[in-house]
Structure formats: C-alpha cells, structure tokens
C-alpha cells in the first residue's frame, strides 16, 4: 500500500535565536520562534510523515507545552514520528519539501541539507526554495514557511 500526506509549517523570525532549518546551523541569520528549536522544515516534514499514514500531527507527537521539547531540536521529532509509522508498519519512501521565504539564502547550502534530512528520514528528501517576490509576511521578512509531501510505503 502507498499514501501520501502533506505537512505545513510557519514560524517567525526571532533575532535573538540562532537559526537551525533542514537540520543545519545557520551562522548569522536570525532564528525561528518556537518552543523547539524552530525547524519547520522538520516540523513540515513531520506533518507530512504523520498525515500520509493517518497517524495525526506534530501536536499530537509532542506538545508545546512539554517542557522536554522546550529548545529542543527538531530532528528528533522526525525520529520520533518515523518511529510511530515503524509501529504502524509504515516506511517513508521519499520526502519533497518547498522552503518560502526570502532567507537565508538556500542554493548553496541545498545539497548538504538535502544528504543530512535524507540520512535522518531514511529515504530520498528533495528540498527547494521559493521567494514570494517580496509579498505577504515570508516576502517582508517576517518568517519562512515549508510545506512538504511524504509517500509511504506499507508492507
């Protein structure tokens, strides 16, 4: 059997925090706002994951208000909810993920991103980015937003 599901996350910029998105530090850009370290792509890709197998959402995987999740980084709640397909006897076959938002720049950084979301999935992670040409909030600077689809496999 195979599925398909879509995950979306958004956060603002925090200035104050140090960036981390697709699993990767990144030096001299302002940070996501979260109770986690921020990562919508992690947070897009778990949704993604979770929604393909009808399992819920990140929400349901680990809760803001849990202070073990408070900071911590997002990577593992891909591990988290790759465990919870595992149980279910779902595995990921592939993950695309759209990145929207006019920073940090993404090109450059794209293929090792690419290796380090693939290794954590288990399965081909494709990564693009958009900008909105300069309208809504990720145009103005405000924040990113990620969308991802996963396919899983059963069986």
Known sequence: ????????????????????????????????????????VCHAIVDALLSAAGLGDIGGLVGVDD????????????????????????????VSVQIIGERPKFAPRRNEAQRVMSELVGAP???????????????????VAV???ALITQG
Do not use: C
């Open 1 to 40: 059997m195979i599925r398909v599901g879509t995950g979306f996350d958004v956060h603002a910029y925090d200035p104050a925090a140090p960036l981390r998105l697709a699993g990767l530090d990144w030096p001299g850009e302002p940070g996501l706002a979260g109770h986690s370290d921020g990562d919508a």
């Open 67 to 94: 202070p073990d999740t408070k900071d911590a980084a997002s990577t593992g709640f891909i591990t988290a909810a790759l465990k919870r397909l595992a149980e279910h006897g779902w595995q990921p076959s592939n």
């Open 125 to 143: 992670v494709s990564l693009g980015a958009t900008t909105t040409d300069h309208l809504g909030f990720t145009g103005r600077g405000e924040g």
């Open 147 to 149: 969308i991802a689809t």
